[in-house]
Nanobody
């Protein structure tokens, strides 16, 4: 499987912003559903946002109005713009690809929001 590579994580103060990027080099990117998940210590991995190949988006209630997912099919990139960050957004964020019955994950990028 073609790997996914996340970038853009880091340490930010509450109220700040970060933009996560996920690079995909697979030929099926344009027909893939892409998503961002996160996992905080001691918690299950949860969906943050997803975007279909047609551009339809879904968000977790906890991030609606603060996070925006987008994709660039020409560059085979998916992004997560995170604004008004809260300490509870602290987690490892994972890029996810679903296509043709197959699911793949990136290694994750740490996001830490200090209060």
């Amino acid at each position: 499987q073609v790997p996914l590579v996340e970038s853009g994580g880091g340490l930010v103060q509450a109220g700040g912003s970060l933009r996560l990027s996920c690079a995909d080099s697979g030929r099926l990117f344009s027909i893939s559903r892409m998503g961002w998940y996160r996992q905080a210590p001691g918690k299950q991995r949860e969906l943050v946002a997803s975007i279909t190949n047609g551009g339809s988006t879904t968000y977790a209630d906890s991030v609606k109005g603060r996070f925006t997912i987008s994709r660039d099919n020409a560059k085979m990139m998916v992004y997560l713009q995170m604004d008004s960050l809260k300490p509870e957004d602290t987690a490892v964020y994972y890029c996810n690809r679903v296509v043709s019955g197959s699911t793949d994950w990136g290694p994750g990028t740490q996001v830490t929001v200090s209060s």
